[in-house]
C-alpha cells in the first residue's frame, strides 16, 4: 500500500503557481519525500526531492513540514506542459529497494 | 545526455508468442529496474539489479516472466509464453545508488499489447 495521500485531482490557471498537497504521515526519519510526474505516454519523470529542508530546483520547490508529516510541490509559473499526473512518493530505505506508486494528482493546467 | 533507452515503443503480438523486451540504462548508472504499469494497478516493480546481478525478483508476476542483465549496458525483460493479460507498458529506469538520495530515471516504456 502506499505510504501517502494525494488529492484524486486538481486544476491550476496557466501563468499561476500551482500547489500540489501530500501527506505521509507515517514517514520515518531517515525516509525522503520524492516528487515524479507522468505526462501522457511517456515514463515518470524525476522532479525533486528532499529530507526535511525545503529544496528548490530548476523545475519546482518542495516544502516539508516542521513534522515532516505533509509536504507540498510548487509549481512557480504553471504552463500547459505541466499537465500530468503528479506522483508523491515516501523512499522505503533497506534491503527490500523499492518505491511505492500511489494514484497521485492528475493537474489540469488551464489557459 | 542520453536517458534511459527502450525498445521496441510498441509491441502487438498474439497470445502465446514470447516477447522481448529491451533496455539500455544511463551510463555510469548501478542499478537497473524492471516497471509494469495498468490501470487496474498502476505502476508495479517487477524486478531489480544492482552491477547486473539480480537483487529482488519478488514482484514478477510467475515463471513466464524472466529478466536478465548480461552487462552494465542492456537488459532484457522476456515474456514466454505471453498472455492477454501481459498487456501493458513496462518501464525500465536507473540509478547511481540505493541510498535515499538518488532518483530513478525512466524510460519512455514499452507498450505491449497481447491479442
Known amino acids: 500500500d502506499a505510504k501517502t495521500t494525494q488529492p484524486t485531482s486538481m486544476d491550476c490557471a496557466e501563468g499561476r503557481a500551482a500547489n500540489l498537497p501530500c501527506n505521509h504521515s507515517t514517514i520515518s526519519g531517515n525516509e525522503y519525500v520524492y516528487w515524479y510526474r507522468q505526462i501522457h505516454s511517456q515514463g515518470p519523470q524525476y522532479i525533486i526531492h528532499?529530507?526535511?529542508?525545503?529544496e528548490t530546483n530548476e523545475m519546482a520547490s518542495l516544502i516539508i513540514t516542521e513534522d515532516r508529516k505533509s509536504s507540498t510541490l510548487i509549481l512557480p509559473h504553471a504552463t500547459l506542459r505541466d499537465t500530468a499526473v503528479y506522483y508523491c512518493?515516501?523512499?522505503?530505505?533497506?534491503?527490500?529497494?523499492?518505491?511505492?506508486w500511489g494514484a497521485g494528482t492528475k493537474l489540469i493546467i488551464k489557459p | 545526455d542520453a536517458g534511459v533507452i527502450q525498445s521496441p515503443r510498441h509491441e502487438v503480438t498474439e497470445m502465446g508468442q514470447e516477447v522481448t523486451l529491451r533496455c539500455k540504462p544511463i551510463s555510469g548508472h548501478d542499478y537497473l529496474f524492471w516497471y509494469r504499469q495498468t490501470m487496474m494497478r498502476g505502476l508495479e516493480l517487477l524486478i531489480y539489479?544492482?552491477?547486473?546481478?539480480?537483487?529482488?525478483d519478488s514482484g514478477m508476476p510467475e515463471d513466464r516472466f524472466s529478466a536478465k542483465m548480461p552487462n552494465a549496458s542492456f537488459s532484457t525483460l522476456k515474456i514466454q509464453p505471453s498472455e492477454p493479460r501481459d498487456s501493458a507498458v513496462y518501464f525500465c529506469?536507473?540509478?547511481?545508488?540505493?541510498?535515499?538520495?538518488?532518483?530513478?530515471?525512466f524510460g519512455d516504456g514499452t507498450r505491449l499489447s497481447i491479442l
Open positions: 512518493i515516501v523512499r522505503v530505505l533497506g534491503s527490500n529497494y523499492q518505491l511505492i
Open positions: 528532499g529530507l526535511k529542508n525545503n
Open positions: 529506469a536507473s540509478s547511481q545508488s540505493s541510498s535515499g538520495n538518488q532518483p530513478q530515471h
Open positions: 539489479f544492482n552491477n547486473n546481478v539480480p537483487i529482488d
